[in-house]
């Protein structure tokens, strides 16, 4: 988000290091890099993003930071990340006071590679609704969605 942030090139690098444009794929389906998108179907429609895609759309204003679920859009992502790298970084703070100083330097990148990771790593449509979750209800509290809990979803569906 410097004086020379540019949403076209770090959209750029963002399809370089996600492999979007590689044809590795050997199965029917492939998202980037080759790998198999899962089949896409209903779980596509009904797409469920937590972590840091929360916390950045919290930090920047397109979320309420106070909820645990909100409805977004990939094109949300998009939106912020050119007014992110548009701002001049001597404007970011007062643009953008909830971001973290040491933050705020990559917040057009952040930004950019997670509208391109959704519609072009994982293919959804820029329009298409999907929720953003913070926590999620476990029994009568409200816990952390964070990335190890996807983490230990994946190893323990790796045993056998």
Known sequence: MSQGSSLTNCR???LKALKVNESACTHMKCTFGGVWNGGGGDGQKNMFVASFFFDRAAEVGFVDP??????VRPIDFESAARRACDTRIDDA????PRVDPDN??????DL???YTLLVDGFGLDARQEMT???KVKYKNSLVEAAWPLGSAIEVASSMN
Not at 93 to 96: E, S, V, W
């Open 132 to 134: 953003l979750v913070k």
């Open 93 to 96: 703070k007062a643009t953008f």
């Open 12 to 14: 750029m690098v963002a």
């Open 66 to 71: 106070n909820v645990a679920v909100a409805k």
């Open 104 to 109: 705020l330097p990559f917040l057009c990148m």
């Open 112 to 114: 950019v590679y997670q």
